[in-house]
């Protein structure tokens, strides 16, 4: 098991936006299927995205035209973009990776996380 650093997370109004980042430093990084989870307190966790080996991305609705995932794999990294922020983002999000394909949204698929990083949302 590898841990994944994220960073990035901060405390912003609505509307704001933030990007974050997320270091991965796994052999064959560009084979992983990544994903950025969140968990508000007294919620379950939900993926927001993922994005496949092959750049293919999803999101849950509640974010999409709002969230942008990417990767860097030359570099081994992973980015949200989060744009349009809403008091209901608020929560902590944690990247993950799953040596799989194609991609899932399920937690347990995925071997390797982050610590997470905090996003507050204030209207």
């Known amino acids: 098991q590898v841990q994944l650093q994220e960073s990035g997370g901060g405390s912003v109004q609505a509307g704001g936006s933030l990007r974050l980042s997320c270091a991965v430093p796994l052999v064959g990084y560009s084979n992983y299927c990544m994903a950025w989870f969140r968990q508000a307190p007294g919620k379950e966790r939900e993926a927001v995205a993922t994005?496949?080996?092959?750049?293919?991305?999803r999101y849950t609705d509640s974010v999409k035209g709002r969230f942008t995932i990417s990767r860097d794999n030359a570099k081994n990294f992973l980015y949200l973009e989060m744009n349009s922020l809403k008091p209901e983002d608020t929560a902590m999000y944690s990247c993950?990776?799953?040596?799989?394909?194609?991609?899932?949204?399920?937690?347990?698929?995925?071997?390797?996380w982050g610590q997470g990083t905090q996003v507050t949302v204030s209207s």
């Open positions: 994005i496949d080996r092959d750049g293919s991305t």
């Open positions: 993950a990776a799953a040596f799989r394909w194609p991609c899932t949204m399920v937690p347990g698929a995925f071997g390797h």
